[in-house]
């Protein structure tokens, strides 16, 4: 009878206590007293990773989406040419819906002064093509996500009118 006992009980009890250390420090993922708090972390991270990307330009909007459009910059390019050059940019806000039109009306002054210090950066050989203009509509997206500090708010950035003189 104390074989049986010893053979059988024995190797439970000792999976029993092996599974509670194991859940109490953590090792085993997706439960224990941590990973909750880590895992909430991570998507935060993954979701604002996600957010500095621009989504494609052909991408579809929601049902409640709304268009802010952000009227005409003309921004004088660096460059070394004895005449100046100058870039003339017209650009549309993909919104989420009449809170966050509300909130990027609140905002427009601080989007466009932060729009103007970039584009004044920038010269004629940085918005050569395609590339020029992915690249453009990237560092739109991410100035107007930390000038909006919102994650919902701004669906897309879809560039309308792009000239270089």
């Known amino acids: 009878m104390k074989k049986i006992l010893i053979i059988f009980l024995l190797p439970i009890v000792l999976l029993i206590g092996a599974g509670a250390g194991a859940f109490f420090f953590g090792l085993i993922p997706g439960f224990g007293l941590e990973s909750n708090e880590q895992l909430k972390k991570e998507?935060?991270?993954k979701e604002a990773a996600k957010r500095n990307i621009v989504p494609k330009a052909y991408k579809k909007a929601s049902v409640l989406s709304l268009e802010y459009w952000i009227d005409d910059f003309v921004i004088n390019l660096q460059t070394e040419r004895p005449k100046p050059v100058f870039l003339l940019l017209t650009f549309v806000l993909i919104?989420?819906?009449?809170?966050?039109?509300?909130?990027?009306?609140l905002l427009e002054p601080r989007i466009r002064s932060a729009a103007n210090i970039f584009?004044?950066?920038?010269?004629?050989e940085d918005l050569d093509g395609y590339d020029g203009i992915t690249m453009l509509r990237q560092e739109l997206w991410v100035l107007v996500n930390k000038v909006v500090n919102d994650t919902t708010s701004v669906e897309n950035v879809q560039i309308l009118k792009m000239t270089v003189k």
């Open 119 to 124: 584009l004044s950066s920038l010269s004629p």
């Open 95 to 105: 919104l989420s819906g009449e809170e966050a039109k509300s909130k990027v009306q």
């Open 43 to 45: 998507l935060a991270a």
